[in-house]
Every structure is written in structure tokens, then in C-alpha cells.
């Protein structure tokens, strides 16, 4: 089946840096991602959508700004939290659709990110 | 809005059945999904269903019926290693670059 890659699987870092997160499509091209976030005991919430070659398009109350979305080929897109916060301290997920298998397929998510702000 | 509820917690016996209900309301329809995520890690696709009747899949059969806006996960011959959170999503649309609408999950806790 179809497989995500997200790198890195966890990450700590100082208030104010910025943190990259890659999110890669191993076996299929995926013109779209998606990239969420999960708080303790929440549902995941979907924050942007990652479009290959164009912007990204952001959820309502999410800071474009912030989260800079880069989607530069058919297989990779990247989440860069920017001036991190504690409050940025959650964990991120990516997934895509593998739409060469057919239109009602399932997406697969990528391992996730858990990120704390120091 | 959307809208989709599904209780926060249940708790069942090991060997025994659970049902996980979803109810949802959307702007748009286009498959409901269930996912099973263990703390820390990615969801994983359990089933998938667009049609209203009962889809099964081994252990896991999940239920539809668009006009009531409901679904249902059923986990039989329950294992310990079942204890999961189930979410259940919902796609509005029919394209690529659709996301999955998530409720809140259900926390499964399975107890010997």
C-alpha cells in the first residue's frame, strides 16, 4: 500500500527558532497534502492543504505566517513552524491520497512530528 | 459548520463485541472513514464506507446510513491490543485535494 514518510519523528527546541518538518510520499505522486494537528486527547484538526506548485491553503485562525507550507515537488512538502512558542507544542501529521488508485480511496497518514517548545 | 460526534470513551471486555457510534452533519458527503490510532502514532485506515448497508473486514464490519447521518464501528472477538482511539471522518467532496473532516475520536479501553 500506499506509505507516507514523515521526518523527524520528534523534535525539541528552543522558544523563538524554527523547526522544519518533512512530509514525503514514498511510492506515489501526491499533488496535494494535508497537514494536521493534535493536541493531547484531540481529534486531529486540519491546518492547511499543501498544494504541489502553488500556495498552501490555510484553516480559518491559522497564521500563514507562522506555519510557512512549502510543496516544491510531487512527492515532498514541507511544515516550517516559524518563532516557535510553547503553545506551538503539539503533535503535526501529513497525509495524502495515492489518486492513481482510483477516486474513493483512503489517505495515509504520515508517522508524525511531536514537537516541544522549550 | 461541521459536525461530527462520537462518544469520548468507552470501555469493554476483552473476547466481547463494541459498537463505536458516529453521527454526523456536513456540508457535503462523500465516504466515511474510520481510523484506529494508538497514543503517540499516526492513524491507521480501518474501513471505508460511501454506500449506505454494512461493509466487513475480519474482525471490524462499520455500518452506514447517509440519510440519518450515522455510523457505526463494530469490533468483534476483542484483544487487548485494540485499546485505541477510533476516529471516525468524514469527505466532503469527491477530489484530490479534499480533506478528511475528523470528530473527536473514542478512546477504546479493553479490559481482561
Known amino acids: 500500500g500506499a506509505v507516507v514518510s514523515q521526518h523527524p519523528s520528534r523534535v525539541i527546541c528552543k522558544s523563538g527558532t524554527s523547526v522544519k518538518i518533512e512530509c514525503r510520499s514514498l511510492?506515489?505522486?501526491?499533488?496535494?497534502m494535508f497537514w494536521y494537528r493534535q493536541f493531547p486527547k484531540q481529534s486531529l484538526m486540519l491546518m492547511a492543504t499543501?498544494?504541489?506548485?502553488?500556495?498552501?491553503?490555510?484553516e480559518q485562525g491559522v497564521e500563514k505566517d507562522k506555519f510557512l507550507i512549502n510543496h516544491a515537488s510531487l512527492t515532498l512538502s514541507t511544515l516550517t513552524v516559524t518563532s516557535a512558542h510553547p503553545e506551538d507544542s503539539s503533535f503535526y501529521i501529513c497525509?495524502?491520497?495515492?489518486?492513481?488508485?482510483?477516486?474513493?480511496?483512503?489517505?495515509?497518514f504520515g508517522q508524525g512530528t511531536r514537537l516541544t517548545v522549550v | 459548520g461541521q459536525n461530527i460526534d462520537q462518544p469520548t470513551e468507552m470501555t469493554a471486555t476483552e473476547g466481547a463485541i463494541v459498537q463505536i457510534n458516529c453521527t454526523y452533519q456536513?456540508?457535503?458527503?462523500?465516504?466515511l472513514f474510520w481510523y484506529q490510532q494508538h497514543a503517540g502514532e499516526a492513524p491507521t485506515f480501518l474501513s471505508y464506507?460511501?454506500?449506505?448497508g454494512l461493509e466487513e473486514k475480519g474482525r471490524f464490519s462499520s455500518f452506514l446510513s447517509r440519510s440519518k447521518g450515522y455510523s457505526y464501528l463494530l469490533l468483534k472477538e476483542l484483544q487487548m491490543k485494540d485499546s485505541a482511539s477510533y476516529l471516525c471522518?468524514?469527505?466532503?467532496?469527491?477530489?484530490?485535494?479534499?480533506?478528511?473532516?475528523f470528530g473527536k475520536g473514542t478512546r477504546l479501553s479493553v479490559i481482561a
Open positions: 497525509s495524502a491520497r495515492d489518486l492513481g488508485t482510483g477516486p474513493n480511496t483512503e489517505a495515509f
Open positions: 511510492d506515489f505522486q501526491a499533488t496535494t
Open positions: 499543501s498544494n504541489e506548485g502553488s500556495k498552501a491553503t490555510y
Open positions: 456536513t456540508s457535503g458527503f462523500n465516504g
Open positions: 464506507n460511501v454506500l449506505d
Open positions: 471522518a468524514v469527505r466532503l467532496w469527491n477530489s484530490g485535494n479534499t480533506p478528511l473532516v
